[in-house]
């Protein structure tokens, strides 16, 4: 299984340009994401670039440099072309484009979709069908995700997120693993900076505050059997309301005897 990864424009060539946001940019650090985590399910992959430049250096040649894109594809013989992109012109949301319906791109798509508009809470815009050279060119199944609107406040809010971000990549190596038949696995570089794990769910209203003193981080909740959650025993740093330790190598322990002592210790830990 091998899979080409084509992060959109570069260089010379910035691609929509909204709130601060360059497209080429966003484009590259979710493909940089993208490759280790597939790489992970034992899905080899390229890049038609690893940086600010024109894929082949052909920088001011939109034609040459787009064909420079379908050369990688074609001479590392891969299964799939993905090109990564962020729309513009108005509108919110998620979609995919694919030179036909009906075949393995059209499979694809749907697939990396449903995780992407999952991710975003994006409209879901559907797969379209639209004539772009890496596309045509190609003679593997290739789809070009389409991901928000850079010059919509909204999508352009998220955008900024790195960790947003990781989880477009998240979900587009979901897709691109359930389209190969791979189960994905959990893991690569897809670990979560920092995680809040409460008790119970009564624990949230403070929960909620820690999570937003550390960047919105994910939240989890205590099973009833009191086992940690894999993505939050796995992150690197985990804050714990309310409850035992759960020997996170880098646990931060806001606990008491009781939940008025819980809630004293995250009060403590929020001032
Ligand atoms: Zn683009």
């Given at each position: 299984m091998k899979v080409c990864l084509d992060p959109g424009h570069g260089g010379y060539d910035s691609g929509a340009v909204g709130y601060g946001l360059q497209e080429k940019d966003i484009t590259l650090d979710i493909c940089l994401k993208l490759k280790p985590l597939l790489e992970y399910n034992g899905i080899s992959t390229n890049l038609t670039r690893d940086g600010d430049y024109a894929p082949g250096h052909l920088e001011g040649n939109l034609n040459g440099e787009l064909l420079a894109r379908v050369d990688i594809a074609e001479k590392n013989q891969v299964d799939l072309f993905v090109a990564v992109h962020v729309n513009s012109g108005g509108g919110t949301g998620e979609e995919i484009l694919v030179m036909g319906l009906g075949g393995r791109a059209e499979t694809a798509a749907n697939k990396v979709l449903t995780y992407l508009v999952q991710t975003g809470a994006w409209l879901n815009r559907g797969v379209k069908v639209q004539n772009v050279l890496v596309l045509k060119e190609t003679s593997m199944p290739a789809i070009l995700t389409e991901n928000g609107f850079i010059d919509n406040m909204d999508d352009a809010v998220k955008l900024k997120d790195p960790s947003f971000r990781l989880a477009l990549a998240v979900a587009h190596a979901r897709g691109i693993c359930?389209?190969?038949?791979?189960?994905?696995?959990?893991?690569?570089?897809?670990?979560?900076?920092?995680?809040?794990?409460?008790?119970?769910?009564?624990?949230?209203?403070?929960?909620?505050?820690?999570?937003?003193?550390?960047?919105?981080?994910?939240?989890?909740?205590?099973?009833?059997?009191?086992?940690?959650?894999?993505?939050?025993?796995?992150?690197?740093?985990?804050?714990?309301?309310?409850?035992?330790?759960?020997?996170?190598?880098?646990?931060?322990?806001?606990?008491?005897?009781?939940?008025?002592?819980?809630?004293?210790?995250?009060?403590?830990?929020?001032?």
């Open positions: 359930d389209y190969f038949g791979v189960q994905y696995r959990v893991g690569g570089n897809d670990v979560l900076e920092v995680a809040v794990l409460l008790f119970s769910k009564e624990d949230y209203w403070c929960g909620a505050d820690v999570a937003a003193k550390n960047g919105n981080c994910a939240i989890f909740v205590r099973p009833l059997d009191q086992s940690v959650p894999k993505e939050a025993m796995t992150a690197k740093m985990l804050i714990v309301i309310g409850g035992p330790t759960t020997k996170h190598p880098s646990e931060i322990l806001l606990s008491g005897t009781n939940k008025y002592d819980t809630a004293a210790a995250v009060a403590k830990y929020l001032v």
